[in-house]
Nanobody
Framework: QVQLVESGGGSVQAGGSLRLSCAYS????????MGWFRQVPGKVREAVAG????????YYVDDVKGRFTISRDNIKNFLYLQMNSLKSEDTGMYYC?????????????????WGQGTQVTVSS
């Protein structure tokens, strides 16, 4: 069973930092893509950052470039999102997602597995 469990969300002031973590189940011999997505009420879920099975970053959404860093640890089976210089517009529910495929995509529809989400609230 493929499981994804996020943690690390919270409330911070603008300019602060948070590190999100996503524990994922080990699925031997499968190539995957993983990513972080976020959603606010009334808006579609959007991609934030993605990474390949080997840890190569595939994308960052423009407004997080230079502030967020995605990484993964395939020994401990964790995906991370380090978020610095947070802005109020970063507020939202952040989801970890996983797809067993090559050719990583930022499209939410291409991700087959999702965590339950962790809330990030940034106050100005």
């Amino acid at each position: 069973q493929v499981q994804l469990v996020e943690s690390g969300g919270g409330s911070v002031q603008a300019g602060g930092s948070l590190r999100l973590s996503c524990a994922y189940s080990d699925v031997p011999f499968r190539i995957d893509c993983m990513g972080w997505f976020r959603q606010v009420p009334g808006k579609v879920r959007e991609a934030v950052a993605g990474v390949t099975n080997g840890g190569v970053v595939t994308y960052y959404v423009d407004d997080v470039k230079g502030r967020f860093t995605i990484s993964r640890d395939n020994i401990k089976n964790f995906l991370y999102l380090q978020m610095n210089s947070l802005k109020s517009e970063d507020t939202g529910m952040y989801y970890c997602a996983r797809a067993f495929r090559t050719g990583c995509s930022s499209k939410p529809d291409n991700m087959g597995f999702w965590g339950q989400g962790t809330q990030v609230t940034v106050s100005s």
